[in-house]
């Protein structure tokens, strides 16, 4: 799977997501990421990417022209029907489902924002979906689009070490995960509980379920409603 990030801020994208489990996925060629640099279509001698709102106010808003440009670079080289995302605190909830869907495409689009946003006409014209990853608001999208990556990437096949380690996690199937334990036995004189070192697997497996209703009923109880 190919993401292209569109940005003003390539370095940001670059910081948080060439490490780890991404950085090893990318070098096994699973997927890819490539950033477009929304300033290289500035088409100004300044690079100046962004301008005053028409109707006044406070704030700079980015200009349709190099944010559409910088889409234009790529768009022979992505599918014909590519989904198109653009970061925004007004969009959509991003969630486990949404990033399962993100995670079924061949490549992703993503537009971060600055400033007081993009102007409306290019969002118009070329994004498929808002999405936003909580009600706050965030100096820009590369943060965004990065969590966005990031919780798609590890749901594509092959960038996690086992197949099904996604398959247990919180929300995947509407509840929240078991508790983990490693070695030591014993810290702080808290012991780990003595059913996960019964070498009983059956016994196990309930204890996690168990665990799993028990940890949602008590932190995420709206979760159990949505199920129902
Ligand atoms: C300062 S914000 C603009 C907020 C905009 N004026 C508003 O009130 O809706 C600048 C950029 O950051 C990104 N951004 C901010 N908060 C976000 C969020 N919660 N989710 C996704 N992107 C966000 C968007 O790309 C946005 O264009």
Redesign the pocket.
Known sequence: MKFYILTLFPEMIEAALFHSIIKKAIERQIIEIECINIRDFAGNKHNQVDDYPYGGGA?MV?RAQPVYDAYESIRRNISPNCRVV??????EK?SQKKAESFSQEDDLVL????????DQRVIDEIVTDE???????????EL??AIVVDATARLVGGVLGKAESSLNDSFSNGMLEHAHYTRPMEFMGRCVPDVLLSGNHGKIAKWRQEESVRKTMAKRPDLLQDKS
Request: some cysteine; glycine content about 24%.
């Open positions: 704030g980015m653009y970061m925004t605190p007004q969009g991003f537009i971060c924002g600055h400033y007081e946003g993009i999405i936003s990853v909580g009600d706050y608001v965030l100096t820009g999208g965004a689009a």
